[in-house]
C-alpha cells in the first residue's frame, strides 16, 4: 500500500506531531509502545483457530459508541474498500474469507481463518487455491451465505470502472484478470474462480501469488449475493455478515450501525459485538472534536477521534490514558538513485542528513514519527531491530562542523568535490519550502553542490514517480505502507528489478542476485519468511543503500474516557473497532 493510501486518512493522522508517553493498560494501547525493539514475529498465520474470540476482560455489553471524525471515508462498498479507515471500520460489517488476530500480549498480527474454514490449499504448480467454505452464515437478514455469493463478489471487483478505488492484485494475478471487465460487462462466466459446491471456493492464478490467503482479509472477499447488488448504491445497505449493520448512511456525513442479530459469534475467531451502536460522524473540524473528546463531557466520553492528536492541543492532556499509541505499518525514506550516486557518496549523503532539524521543521516527535534504522516498520512481522552507522534516523548530521568538514575530506578523496545532489521540492508549501534552505545549507557546508528545482505541489507527484527524471534524490515513493503485514508486500515490490519499469522503486536498484534472494524468501513459507526479511532488509541498506530510513509513522490518537479496550490494530494503524466497550454503558 503505498503511502498515497494512508495519506487518504490524513496528513493529520500520520503527520501530525503528538504528545510523548506510553499507553494506557486500561485501553491496552498497542500491547506494547510504538517503535519497540524486538526480534522477528515467530508465527505468521494459524490456520486451526476457531471462534468464538476470547472475551475482553471486564468488558460490558450495552451503549452506543460515538466516532468523531476529521475525515471522510469516500465508500463502505466491500469491493472499493482500500484506504486504512474503510477497512477498519469495514470489519464491524463485513466478515472476509480470511483476518487478522491481534496477540494478545505484543499486538503483532497473526492471519487466521474468518468466513473459511482454513487458510487455503495451494496446488502443486501453485496456480489454484482451494477454500474450504464455513457453513451456516447468514447475512443480517437471516437469509443463508451461498458458495456461489464469494464468487460474484471476487466477479464483481473486475468492474473497476465504477469500483475505481478498490485493490486490483486480482487483475494482476487472477486468471484472464486483465480481460475479464465484471459481471456485468462480461457476464458470470469467469474462468479465475467457481464453486464446485457448497463448501468449496476454488481460484485460478494467471501467475504464483502465495501471499493470496493475505490478500484474501480485504473486504472485497465478503460474501454478496447477486440479487442484492445495487452497484453505486450498496453500501446505503449492504449485505452483511459482521456483528453490525447499516442503520443508516448519508455520504460523506454519518454512518449509524446497529447490532445484526444474524451474526454468528461461534465462528467469528476475533470480533465481539460489546456496543449496541455505533455512529460515526465524519467531516468534522480537527481541534473542535479532539477537545470534545479529551473534555469527555456528556455523549463525549463514549467518543474517539482517529487523528493523531493536534501538537496544540498537547498542553491540554490531563490524562495520558486518553492517548492510544501504536505503530502503523509504514516507514518513510529518502530514496537515492543508485545509477547516479556512486555507493561511497550515497553513504556521505547519509552521513550528512540533518535528521534532527529536518524533523523540526516538518513538525515531527517521537510519537507520530519514530527515527527509524530499517526499511521494514516494527509493525509488520519479520522486522527486528538493527542500527548500521550513521543510519539511525537521528542526529544533527552535517549541521555539525567538524561531520561537515570529514564529509568534504572524504568527497575530495573519492574524486567527488562539490558532488551535485538534485531533488525536486513543492515551491508553493511552507514547509518544503523551509525543508529545501536546510537540505540546501546542510549539503552545501558538507561539500556537494546542491540543485533544488521547485515546481508546484499539484506535480510534485508525477515528477517524482518519474523513474527517469533527471534528479537523484527523492524519486519513487517516499514512503510505504503494508497492503498485508508480510515482507513479501515491502522487498518484490520496491526492490526487485521490474520495480524500475512499474514505477515503484526506491533507489532503482537492478540485481540480479538481489532478485534471486528475494525470490527465494519469497518462496518460503510465511512462517519461515519470517527470520529472513530482516536479512535482506540489512543487505539492501548494506550494499546498496538505495534510500535513508526516516521514520516509522506511528498513531496518538484521542479517545473518551469511558471507552474500554481500544488498541491500535498495527495492520492499519487505527483504533481496533471490534473489541472496544463503553465502561459505563
Keep these: 500500500m503505498q503511502w498515497k493510501r494512508i495519506t487518504a486518512v490524513a496528513a493529520t493522522v500520520m503527520m501530525t506531531a503528538v504528545a510523548c508517553g506510553t499507553p494506557s493498560s486500561n485501553n491496552g494501547g498497542d ?20 471462534g468464538p474470540a ?11 459508541a460515538t466516532v468523531l471524525s476529521d475525515v471522510t471515508p469516500s465508500t463502505f462498498d466491500p469491493t472499493n474498500i482500500y484506504y486504512v479507515d474503510g477497512n477498519q471500520i469495514g470489519k464491524l460489517m463485513y466478515r472476509a474469507l480470511t483476518q487478522y488476530k491481534l496477540d494478545d500480549k505484543t499486538g503483532k498480527p497473526v492471519l487466521v481463518p474468518d468466513l473459511a474454514e482454513d487458510l487455503g490449499t495451494k496446488s502443486a504448480d501453485g496456480l489454484t487455491w482451494t477454500f474450504k467454505l464455513k457453513q451456516g452464515i447468514k447475512y443480517m437478514d437471516g437469509s443463508p451465505v451461498k458458495a456461489a455469493d464469494y464468487a460474484y463478489a471476487i466477479k464483481r471487483s473486475f468492474a473497476h470502472d465504477l469500483y475505481d478505488s478498490g485493490p486490483t492484485y486480482q487483475q494482476q494475478f487472477f486468471k484472464d484478470g486483465e480481460k475479464y471487465m465484471g459481471p456485468y460487462a462480461d457476464g458470470d462466466n469467469y474462468a479465475g474462480v467457481e464453486t464446485p459446491d457448497e463448501s468449496t471456493l476454488v481460484i485460478r492464478l494467471a501467475k504464483k501469488f502465495d501471499d493470496l490467503p493475505f490478500y484474501a482479509a480485504f473486504p472485497m472477499f465478503t460474501p454478496i449475493p447477486k440479487a442484492k447488488d445495487t452497484k453505486q448504491s450498496y453500501d446505503q445497505k449492504p449485505m452483511t455478515t459482521g456483528p453490525y449493520m447499516v442503520e443508516s448512511y448519508t455520504a460523506g456525513t454519518q454512518l449509524k450501525l446497529t ?7 461461534n465462528s467469528d475467531p476475533v470480533r465481539h459485538q460489546y456496543v449496541d451502536k455505533w455512529d460515526f460522524k465524519f467531516s468534522q473540524d480537527l481541534l473542535k472534536v479532539q477537545r470534545q473528546v479529551l473534555a469527555s463531557n456528556g455523549a463525549d466520553a463514549n467518543a474517539l477521534n482517529y487523528s493523531n492528536l493536534d501538537a496544540s492541543l498537547v498542553p491540554e492532556v490531563k490524562d ?23 555507493m561511497e557518496v550515497r553513504k556521505l549523503v547519509a552521513q550528512a542528513f ?16 519514530i527515527p527509524a534504522s530499517t526499511i521494514l516498520p516494527p509493525a509488520v512481522p519479520g522486522y527486528e531491530k538493527f542500527e548500521l552507522p550513521g543510519l539511525t534516523g537521528s542526529g544533527k548530521g552535517a549541521e555539525d562542523p567538524a561531520v561537515a568538514e570529514e564529509i568534504k575530506g572524504k568527497l575530495k578523496e573519492l574524486g567527488k568535490e562539490n558532488f551535485e545532489l538534485s531533488y525536486y521540492y513543492s515551491n508553493d508549501d511552507k514547509i518544503r519550502q523551509q525543508q529545501n534552505q536546510l537540505w540546501t545549507q546542510v549539503f552545501t557546508a558538507a561539500g556537494f553542490k546542491v540543485k533544488s528545482v521547485g515546481v508546484p505541489k499539484a506535480k510534485i507527484r508525477s515528477l517524482t514517480n518519474d523513474m527517469n527524471a533527471p534528479v537523484n534524490i527523492g524519486q519513487g515513493p517516499a514512503g510505504w505502507c503494508s497492503d498485508w503485514p508480510q515482507g513479501t508486500s515491502w522487498f518484490p515490490v520496491l526492490f526487485r528489478s521490474d520495480a524500475v519499469k512499474l514505477n515503484n522503486s526506491i533507489g532503482m536498484i537492478q540485481d540480479k542476485a538481489l532478485d534471486a534472494e528475494i525470490d527465494r524468501v519469497a518462496a518460503l513459507t510465511p512462517d519461515e519468511q519470517l527470520k529472513e526479511w530482516s536479512k535482506v532488509d540489512r543487505k539492501i541498506l548494506e550494499d546498496f543503500l538505495p534510500a535513508i530510513p526516516l521514520y516509522y ?33
Design 553 to 585: 509513522s506511528a498513531s496518538a490518537f484521542p479517545i473518551g474516557k469511558n471507552l474500554g479496550h481500544v488498541i491500535n490494530d498495527v495492520t492499519q494503524g487505527m483504533p481496533e473497532f471490534t473489541s472496544i466497550y463503553l465502561k459505563q454503558p
Design 354 to 369: 540533518p535528521y534532527a532539524s529536518w524533523r523540526k521543521v516538518r513538525g515531527l516527535t517521537p510519537d507520530s514519527a
Design 54 to 64: 476470547p472475551e475482553v476482560e471486564g468488558a460490558k455489553k450495552g451503549g452506543t
Design 320 to 342: 495520558q490514558s486518553q492517548i492510544v499509541r501504536g505503530n502503523s505499518p509504514c516507514t518513510i525514506v529518502l530514496g537515492m538513485d543508485v545509477r547516479k550516486i556512486p
Design 31 to 50: 500491547n506494547g509502545k510504538a517503535g519497540d525493539a524486538g526480534t522477528a514475529q515467530e508465527k505468521a498465520t494459524d490456520p486451526t483457530l476457531k
Design 259 to 265: 447490532k445484526n442479530p444474524n451474526w454468528d459469534a
